[in-house]
């Protein structure tokens, strides 16, 4: 069982979130057909690259009342409304890259792969996607990253006994997590689950911090993405569970508390076993659930603000642009948040059914 | 009861979110976009991009970035360890020490307490054998005086018959009656012995 006193946080997040998600997601889906909030014309706006660069790009697409790219498949509607955030939170397989002339982005269309036929699964289409391109580039960033700050602190440590700079950051980052967060939550022996933890923090904040650079777009925001993360952190629990725990393990799936009469027994057997073996599945669909809408959030949050500067195309414009301004900043220290929230969360599960007894 | 009720308002809030996708459907085209619709490449893409990732990082990066940290650590741990183990060492060798005095001391007790009941025992015996001793020996000169007594009065008697023998020779040669003089020494001597006797 979880313990009582972690439960009303998690859950309290979850709710908040999963409420800002849903208040949201209808504006996006919404934005498409008739609702004109974030939308603005198509004469005046085409289609921003992405969330940083709007400023100038989109200053730009003003001058530049082309509107004649290919919009098809992206919602551009009959009556003269386009989506501008839609396009930017899904994935698609156009990638946006910077260009010298205006509108100064080139949209390239990435190729199309024959679906892959995996056993047990059946044939899956593998095409490389916007996220899919992004999520590369996250993992090179990360891997030339973290790779140049081991090399340079192990340099640092030979000749002046600290790395220095840059690398000291990463590094002290990187320990900061290793003995505040993932150590004493994953508590005894859990250093062979450090690297896991940490491939998973530092993988996830760079999905989450190329949203914000111009053209770019984050992975992170894609439910696939973070299913798939929340999947592989499941598995890496319960795996960890059965070995930690033994036959142990079936304890934590099917209450059978010793403490009470036997008849009470076996009525809570019934009655909780469910719930315990919801709980498994609760734990990794809060973290899919967590940073995907998260992610999403802050972008149609950031997105419709952006939308509304075009949309008044006066002074008071002035005031959207702070709030971006503002809200961009926020999502920076989401980022960083989302990234170590799933870190921590994941360590404290392991953790939890490392512990469990019952 | 607490416990059951958040995890009971949990799993409710949490049915409908994982019924949700189920229910997604393929969109149609330019229809609205499903933002919780699984996409298989993506998540293999994701699966595999993250494997890799980790397999590189915690072999290039994690392992040098920690290698001084968890020397350091485990330097550390080792020298709490040896410390305990050497405290524990200690502790035991005090307290075989400990026992080891405490059973000398018993040991010297109980010697002592040996010596002294043999000691005891011994002085008892002497004393007893002395006073044996002594007691034969009074028992020895006693029976020696008694001896002697008895032999010296047969030997003064012996002298004072010879004696009055001799007297009695001189007495004779005087007076030859004899017999009748004999009786009258007899009677004397018997006198002297009874008197003599009755002295004693």
């Known amino acids: ?358 | 009861m607490r416990l059951l009720s958040v995890a009971a308002r949990r799993a409710l809030l949490v049915l409908p979110l994982v019924v949700a996708p189920a229910f997604a459907s393929e969109p149609a085209e330019g229809g609205p976009v499903n933002l919780l619709e699984p996409k298989g490449g993506l998540m293999f893409w994701t699966l595999l991009v993250f494997i890799v990732l980790l397999f590189v990082l915690s072999r290039y990066a994690f392992k040098p970035l920690f290698a001084a940290v968890e020397a350091r650590e485990k330097a550390l741990e080792d020298a709490i360890a040896g410390a305990n183990r050497d405290r524990e060492e200690a502790q035991r060798l005090l307290s075989e020490q400990k026992a080891g005095l405490e059973h000398s001391r018993v040991e010297a007790q109980k010697i002592i307490a040996d010596a002294r009941s043999t000691a005891e025992k011994m002085k008892a015996d002497l004393l007893e054998q002395t006073r044996q001793q002594q007691v034969e020996m009074l028992e020895g000169a006693r029976r020696d005086i008694e001896g002697e007594k008895s032999k010296a009065i047969a030997d003064l008697r012996r002298e004072a018959v010879d004696l009055a023998i001799a007297g009695a020779g001189k007495v004779i040669q005087q007076n030859l009656d004899a017999a009748g003089n004999r009786k009258i020494v007899e009677t004397f001597l018997a006198s002297i012995d009874g008197a003599a006797l009755r002295k004693r």
């Open chain 1, 1 to 358: 069982m979880i313990p009582v006193t972690t439960l009303p946080v998690s859950f309290a997040r979850l709710r908040a979130v999963a409420v800002a998600a849903a208040l949201l997601m209808p504006i996006a889906l919404r934005a498409q057909h008739s609702e004109p909030a974030p939308a603005v014309t198509p004469s005046a706006v085409p289609r921003p690259a992405g969330v940083g660069d709007s400023m100038g790009v989109a200053a730009t697409m003003i001058a530049e009342p082309t509107a004649a790219h290919d919009t098809q498949g992206h919602g551009a509607a009959a009556d003269g409304k386009v989506d501008i955030i839609t396009p930017h939170i899904t994935d698609g397989n156009h990638l946006e890259i910077p260009y010298w002339k205006p509108p100064f982005y080139k949209e390239i269309t990435l190729p199309h792969w024959a679906p892959v036929n995996f056993p047990l699964v059946g044939p899956v289409d593998i095409s490389p996607t916007k996220h899919v391109v992004f999520m590369w580039l996250a993992a090179g960033l990360v891997m030339a990253l973290l790779l140049w700050a081991a090399a340079a602190s192990k340099k640092g440590h030979a000749t002046v006994g600290h790395p220095k700079g840059f690398a000291a950051g990463i590094e002290a980052m990187a320990l900061y997590l290793r003995s505040e967060v993932i150590l004493p939550n994953v508590g005894h022996h859990g250093e062979k689950f450090v690297p896991f933890a940490l491939t998973m923090f530092f993988f996830i904040l760079f999905m989450n911090l190329l949203g914000l650079i111009p053209y770019g777009s984050t992975a992170t925001g894609n439910i696939s993405v973070t299913a798939t993360l929340a999947l592989i952190a499941f598995v890496v629990v319960e795996v960890s569970g059965m070995i930690a725990q033994g036959p142990g393990y079936l304890a934590t799936l099917f209450y059978w508390n010793k403490d009470l009469p036997i008849v009470m027994r076996v009525i809570m057997f019934f009655v909780m076993s469910p719930v315990e073996i919801i709980g498994k599945f609760t734990k990794p669909f809060a973290l899919a659930i967590r940073l995907f809408a998260n992610m999403t959030a802050g972008h149609i949050v950031l997105l419709a603000l952006i939308g509304l500067i075009f949309t008044f195309k006066s002074l008071v414009s002035g005031a959207p642009f702070l709030m971006a301004v503002a809200i961009s900043m926020l999502e920076l220290f989401v980022a960083f948040l989302q990234a170590f929230i799933f870190t921590l969360l994941t360590s404290v599960f392991i953790g939890q059914v490392r512990e469990a007894h019952h």
